[in-house]
């Protein structure tokens, strides 16, 4: 049985992780640490765990008594706490913060994107989590990436607001959100950073624009990215390089119809349908931003890590409506 503890376990992330690690069949969770929630019950955050788990939250982390820590602070906070930890400590590290995604602050952190990294991640003891709409594009241009048939990209993305994490702001509380849609970072979003170093070290001579316009859905989780860029091959020959690159894939799914949100929401599944248009290749990839963006890729990295089948525990239903 491996033994978890969790580090910021009170945010929307962690509420994802605790709700797949309590049914994972080889995991146990030995401490939910949160200051803020210290003595109290874990479903008092995370009211959807009524009844589905005794945990308390701790204010203390004993990262001695256990096998992996997942962070799941905010950006900047991970940092800190690693190189707080004991000098002996010889636990794995599972970071779902943007502190170790890129290569030149990575140190010995493997970014964890399974469907491009999966031997990588086999053998770290320390991953980086990608970002949501990192991933959702990321799987939008692996296999021509890996075919080096990319020009330059073209991006919009919709997110859900439990993108922007639980503490509430301007744009996430419920009378601004429901009904509305806006555009922010546009071309600036601090995901492209490490979409880009994929797709270097996938394509080595690639050195096209990625422009990325995300978007604020009035949903509350969720991703859309709507990807599109040249392509010199025909459609059934584009489809053929996205199945055969996903063919093993235990998560990702290539489609030949246009898909939506609830075939993904609460699950850790990605759903592709590729289609040409005149000279323009169009990708829509969908994934749940808190799930297969974060959470549940997070307990893929840690199935892999410690040898085990990478869905173990992630047989996760969507919802039908």
């Known amino acids: 049985m491996i033994k978890v503890g969790i580090i910021g376990a009170a945010g929307y992330t962690a509420g ?7 049914n994972h069949p080889c995991a146990n969770i030995l401490f939910a640490q949160s200051k803020s929630h210290a003595g109290q019950p874990v479903w008092m955050a995370h009211h959807d765990l009524i009844g589905e788990t005794s945990l308390t939250f701790s204010a203390d982390s004993p990262v001695e008594t256990v096998d992996v820590i997942f962070l799941c602070m905010g950006h900047g906070k991970s ?3 690693v190189e707080s930890l004991p000098s002996d400590f010889e636990g794995k590290i599972i970071d779902l913060s943007q502190d170790y ?5 990575a140190g010995d952190f493997v970014y964890g994107l ?3 990294f999966r031997r990588e991640i086999k053998a770290a ?12 594009i990321q799987l939008a241009l692996l296999p021509m990436a890996k075919a080096d048939k990319l020009s330059e990209i073209h991006v919009t993305g919709i997110t859900g607001s439990t993108g922007a994490g639980q503490n509430p702001s ?12 806006s555009t922010y970072k546009a071309f600036s979003h ?14 080595p001579s690639y050195n096209q624009p990625l422009n990325f316009v995300p978007v604020r859905g009035n949903h509350t989780r969720g991703i859309m990215a709507s990807v599109y860029f040249d392509c010199d091959l025909d459609e059934a020959d584009a489809v053929d390089i996205y199945k055969r690159y996903y063919k093993d894939e235990p998560f990702v799914n290539v489609v030949d119809f246009n898909p939506d949100l609830k075939m993904v929401v ?11 248009y005149d000279k323009k290749l169009h990708v829509v990839s969908m994934i749940d931003n808190l799930v297969k963006g974060a959470s549940g890729q997070a307990v893929e990295n840690m199935n892999l890590i410690f040898g085990l089948p990478e869905n173990t525990g992630l047989n996760l239903k969507p919802s039908a409506f």
């Open 101 to 105: 995604r890129l290569a030149d602050s």
């Open 266 to 276: 609460n699950t850790n599944k990605a759903v592709l349908y590729v289609k040409k």
């Open 125 to 136: 003891d320390h991953i980086a989590n990608p970002g949501c709409f990192a991933t959702a």
């Open 190 to 203: 601090q995901h492209l950073l490490e979409i880009n170093e994929t797709l270097h070290r996938l394509a």
């Open 170 to 181: 301007e744009t996430t509380h419920f009378s601004w959100r429901e009904g509305n849609l």
């Open 79 to 81: 940092r800190a706490f």
């Open 114 to 116: 399974p469907e491009a």
């Open 16 to 22: 994802e992780l605790i709700r797949i690690l309590i």
